[in-house]
């Protein structure tokens, strides 16, 4: 049987992955972040297993992107700059 990462698993890659419960509740995604530990649920405890929906990269310099401190100023930037006129 396909087992995914267990609670307590060291998460590999940052992304999007599906929580399979015991019975409980139905299956659903949930994001992690790679170097945290898979949790155990709070109803069936470590009956709960993950498998990888969707990989993701957190947003930054390294896929082509401004890191995210830079975009926060552009947004206050352009947000001073409609604010004012109005339409
Ligand atoms: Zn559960």
Same mark, same amino acid.
């Not at 649920?41 to 082509?64: E, M, N, W, Y």
């Given at each position: 049987? &396909? ?5 307590? @698993? #060291? %998460? ?6 599906? !929580?399979? =419960? ?16 898979? &949790? ?5 405890? @470590? #009956? %709960? ?6 990989? !993701?990269? =957190? ?29």
């Amino acid at each position: 049987m &396909p087992m995914g990462f267990r609670p307590g @698993d #060291r %998460v590999p890659a940052t992304g999007i992955y599906t !929580a399979s =419960h015991d019975q409980h509740r139905q299956p659903h995604d949930v994001v992690v972040t790679q170097g945290e530990n898979f &949790p155990d649920c709070r109803t069936c405890h @470590d #009956r %709960v297993s993950f498998s990888l929906a969707q990989a !993701a990269k =957190h947003i930054g310099p390294g896929d082509g992107f401004h890191n995210t401190a830079e975009t926060e100023a552009i947004a206050k930037k352009q947000a001073k700059k409609s604010s004012g006129g109005g339409d």
